[in-house]
């Protein structure tokens, strides 16, 4: 294959090149692609980071400190209230910018794509205060495990997670006949007091509609209902050790059994709702869905329909098994054309700035997540279940173009007069596809810093081609 498919390789389907990284690839992008399907460790960088049951521990014993320093604790109190809550959020900060860093400094690209593709699909947005703690660890815990895996195991993992559970509201959802409720409403008639507490439909509605089937799939109200019903007991445990705070809770589950989407589950407790998410993993309509979702992620805009129903087919044929899946859209032509190509999101464009320059001090990191956020997309932070949008039309709108040219110019001002050239970073970076004009703009360039930021800020590197 030519070095412009090492350049595809690396920059559509991966994070970006970095100096150096079209050399390594050519020989075989394919084969360096498909290497990166099986298993691997977590990155060096993420170990030793609090799990979400610590995260737990921590903020239960935030929350006993302001209570504390609510009822008269003092000076004493409310400072040691206020010292913990600013570790508490150095803490996640720190998670955001080691993340980063995984993602800039990465040989894996396409692997660290895939887990980023998979945290968006199942996108919890911490402007939702109950979530904040625990975007980046369900990343950690839930996605990156499973991502070259069956997805029946991904749903699972992030379906019972504390950050999805929490941020739609499933912890707290009990059912109508349930224990909980009946004792709720005797302890009600007899002191008048107490609020009333019932069935959240928020999990079960997105799982249906983004998570698995697809808003189109035909599922109705009378199935999300029942679907949230079966999911009734799933929570959070607050005084969790170890790394899972999930809390199946019996006395909150529904009891009886379930139809959801034309078949009847009578599973007790927990294992009625493990047993939906099993069926909804491998259903066609799901099938269809995510392979529609994986294409235009990685092929294109309007992926081909061919393309999606082969990888909907081997879902299918393999029960869900993810490398299956991907490794029919990698033995696809259209994966490699010319025309295959994405308009990078602001995420995309940062990551492959910091890669392309080789920028990886932890100030390159922490600015480039500002810039991320200034161009419109704040680390996980898409405001709604749905994610953030993965085409051409979210992210290239004049402001927004404008915005990139400026944060181009700050993220070039970082990187050191190292006797690198502008068109020697440009080639190293896109390979083939610099074309003739950039090119010789950075021939020109009076400095490194004016020619990367013409290079940053051109056409050529706005797109994964």
Known sequence: MTLLSATSA?????????????????????????????????PAALAGLPSSADYLGQYRRLQQMRRQARQGGGGDARAAQMQAGQLLRQGLQRELLLRQQVA??????????????????????????????????MEREAIRPH???????????????????????NAQSIGDDSRAAQQAERRRQRTGQGARRGLNENLAREILELHTLGVDAGYTQQDVTEFARALTGWSVDPNAGGSDAFLFRPAAHEPGARRVFGKTYR???????????????????????????????????????????????????????????????????????????KFKTPDDFCLSALRACGLGAESDLALALRLQAQLGQPVFQPRSPAGFGDVAADWGGPDA????????????????????????????????????????????????????????????????A
Do not use: C
């Open 104 to 137: 800039a400094t990465a040989d894996d690209g396409f692997r660290e794509r895939l887990v980023r593709f998979w945290s968006n699909h199942f996108a919890i947005s911490v402007d939702k205060r109950v979530a904040a703690l625990f975007a980046a660890p």
């Open 401 to 464: 173009l404008f915005k990139r040219v400026q944060a181009a110019q700050a993220l070039a001002n970082r990187l050191p007069d190292t006797g690198a050239t502008p068109l020697a970073l440009g080639q190293a970076a896109l390979g083939e596809a610099l074309d003739a004009q950039t090119a010789t703009a950075l021939r020109r360039a009076e400095s490194i810093q004016q020619g990367v930021a013409l290079l940053l800020a051109s056409p050529a590197f706005q797109w994964r």
């Open 267 to 341: 599973q007790d407790g927990e294992r009625q709702g493990i047993a939906i998410l099993h069926d909804l993993a491998v259903h066609p309509a799901t099938a269809r869905h995510v392979s529609t979702k994986l294409a235009r992620h990685f092929v294109g805009d309007d992926p081909p329909p061919a393309l999606v129903q082969r990888m909907a087919w081997v879902w299918m044929d393999s029960a869900g098994d993810l490398p299956s899946v991907y490794r029919v859209l990698l033995d696809d032509p259209a994966a490699w054309q010319p025309g295959a190509r």
């Open 147 to 169: 991502a070259n895996g069956r997805f029946a195991d991904l749903l699972l993992a992030v379906e019972r997670h504390p950050g999805m559970l929490l941020y739609l509201d």
């Open 10 to 42: 690396a920059n559509r389907l991966g994070l970006g090149a970095r100096p150096g990284e079209l050399q390594r690839i050519d020989p075989d992008p394919r084969g360096w692609l498909l290497a990166q399907l099986g298993p691997a460790p977590a």
